[in-house]
């Protein structure tokens, strides 16, 4: 009985064995049938990050086919509360020295979903809600009954101001109200932080020691707007006062406009593309962001 079993198993361990190597040869044949797919080729496909020229690449790639233009590379991370040095300058680009730029009030991280809703309070804020429709009893008509009650043959009606008449009361109408919604302070300012820090990495906050122009004609702010590079919609804020020359100047021109620092909000500085501060405008913004809240 057990050399029955023993021959049994040796049999099924044959047929077993017999069709692996069948399917291993198989496999080496259609191996041998398609182009060879070694490591090699799979390391071709990866995305490289490394900058070609045609001084690194060794000769391995024609230099005709590298582009001549200069790469350049992020120098620090966006978003971690990290002091920053700007150049201050003013309308004729001279050099006045620098300043440092708050960390945590010009290097916050960017979050689209507080923009949103900071944009949302702003313009929630501002509708006037004047709007306002007459109801029955404010619409103009006489108040007497149009006919009978009944005998007619037609529907009951006891005025004619109702909303189903020409010249009736509206149904549902809008009333006065206040559009307002609620925000937090804390969100308020965060939104004001990272605006302000969004304009600073895309490298579009400018810093000028003063706002002084020589007259209040206006041809010298399209000049000084003309110069600089990239700029479609500018927004000037003044720590002080904003001066009756430059309101005269620049209130003919639609893409750049005057804001004194307590005015600065989200919505302003997203509809312009540059955003120029004076340096005592920078201060009072920080020791605004700074100032505790109160609850």
Do not use: C
């Amino acid at each position: 009985m057990a050399s029955t079993l023993l021959r049994a198993r040796s049999l099924i361990g044959a047929v077993k064995a017999t069709r692996v190597i069948s399917s291993f040869n198989s496999h080496q044949q259609w191996r041998e049938s398609y182009p060879s797919r070694d490591s090699s080729s799979l390391s071709d496909r990866r995305f490289s990050t490394s900058i070609l020229n045609p001084q690194s690449n060794g000769g391995a790639i024609p230099p005709e086919l590298l582009s001549s233009r200069t790469v350049l590379t992020p120098e620090r991370i966006l978003g971690q509360y990290a002091d920053l040095v700007t150049r201050v300058t003013n309308f004729n680009n001279e050099d006045k020295g620098i300043m440092v730029l708050d960390g945590d009030v010009f290097d916050v991280p960017i979050r689209k979903d507080i923009i949103h809703r900071v944009v949302r309070w702003q313009l929630a804020k501002r509708q006037q809600g004047t709007h306002s429709s007459k109801t029955i009893s404010e619409v103009s008509g006489t108040g007497k009954k149009p006919y009978n009650q009944k005998g007619t043959g037609r529907a009951r009606h006891g005025t004619l101001r109702g909303p189903q008449f020409r010249h009736g009361a509206a149904a549902h109408g809008p009333k006065p109200r206040s559009h307002a919604i609620k925000l937090q302070k804390k969100v308020r300012r965060l939104g004001l932080k990272i605006a302000l820090s969004a304009r600073t990495a895309e490298g579009k906050l400018l810093v000028f020691e003063d706002l002084e122009i020589p007259s209040h004609k206006t041809k010298n702010i399209v000049n000084y707007v003309s110069q600089m590079d990239n700029t479609k919609k500018v927004l000037l804020v003044d720590g002080d006062p904003i001066d009756a020359k430059l309101k005269l100047a620049t209130q003919n021109l639609h893409y750049v406009n005057v804001l004194p620092v307590i005015g600065l909000n989200v919505y302003s500085i997203l509809l312009h593309d540059t955003l120029v501060m004076t340096r005592g405008a920078v201060d009072k913004i920080v020791e605004r962001m700074h100032t505790p809240i109160n609850r």
